[in-house]
């Protein structure tokens, strides 16, 4: 019944190397995020990928890379994994906005990705 | 442009009082503004939403009051309750737009 899952569910390991988090949703969404939150709880979107295109790629460094092998699923790559890049990882997936109507846009979200980097 | 600005950083509320959360924003475009509630270890959960044509939604224990001339919407939690501890994020977001701006959220405690 899971709407949005992650794997992992926490993620410990040392600079420089390199991991991948998983993201699934089984809502029939076109549309996948993943978005950072930092230690003082702020959200920020990373990317976006609409039908396997991506469609936002805020500004993050390059070691970051979304993977989207179909619309149900949008995995994240890093490489090189530094000591900032410890965060919670947010997985979400939306249908594509309507005009009107509705709970327009609503994003659902995945339980979450915590990452330590040491 | 893009900023969501949300006031207080955290509240603390006693049992049955009234929580008010307050955003305001610059974008005139942002044409939907939620509410998500996230508590500790899980995802935000989406609370309730406006539309600007409307100046307010009530949805159970939660209002939304909005207020076009000022840019500024505010969330009202009636009757608080323990249960009701989270951090509250507003959020805003163009026509058609899949990019969400969210605010730096608010750390409510409701005392029992």
């Known amino acids: 019944d899971t709407a949005v899952s992650q794997t992992p569910k926490y993620l410990v390991t040392q600079m420089g190397n390199d991991k991948s988090i998983k993201c699934e949703q089984n809502l029939g969404h076109d549309t996948m995020y993943w978005y950072k939150q930092d230690s003082k709880k702020f959200l920020k979107i990373m990317f976006s990928y609409n039908n396997k295109e991506l469609i936002i790629n805020e500004t993050v460094p390059n070691r970051f890379s979304p993977k989207s092998p179909d619309k149900a699923h949008l995995n994240l790559h890093i490489n090189s994994l530094e000591l900032g890049d410890s965060a919670v990882y947010f997985c979400a997936s939306s249908q594509k906005p309507r005009i009107s109507g509705g709970n327009y846009n609503e994003q659902f979200f995945g339980p979450g990705t915590r990452l330590t980097v040491l | 442009q893009q900023q969501v600005k949300q006031s207080p950083q955290s509240l603390i509320v006693q049992k049955g009082g009234i929580s008010i959360i307050n955003c305001a924003y610059e974008n005139t475009a942002f044409d939907y503004f939620p509410w998500y509630q996230q508590f500790p270890g899980k995802g935000p959960a989406l609370l309730i939403a406006i539309r600007p044509d409307v100046s307010e939604k009530k949805e159970g224990r939660f209002t939304i009051s909005f207020n076009k001339s000022a840019k500024q919407f505010s969330l009202h939690i009636m009757d608080s309750q323990p249960g009701d501890s989270a951090t509250y994020f507003c959020?805003?977001?163009?026509?058609?737009?899949?990019?969400?701006?969210f605010g730096p959220g608010t750390r409510l405690s409701v005392l029992p």
């Open positions: 959020a805003a977001s163009i026509p058609a737009g899949q990019n969400f701006v």
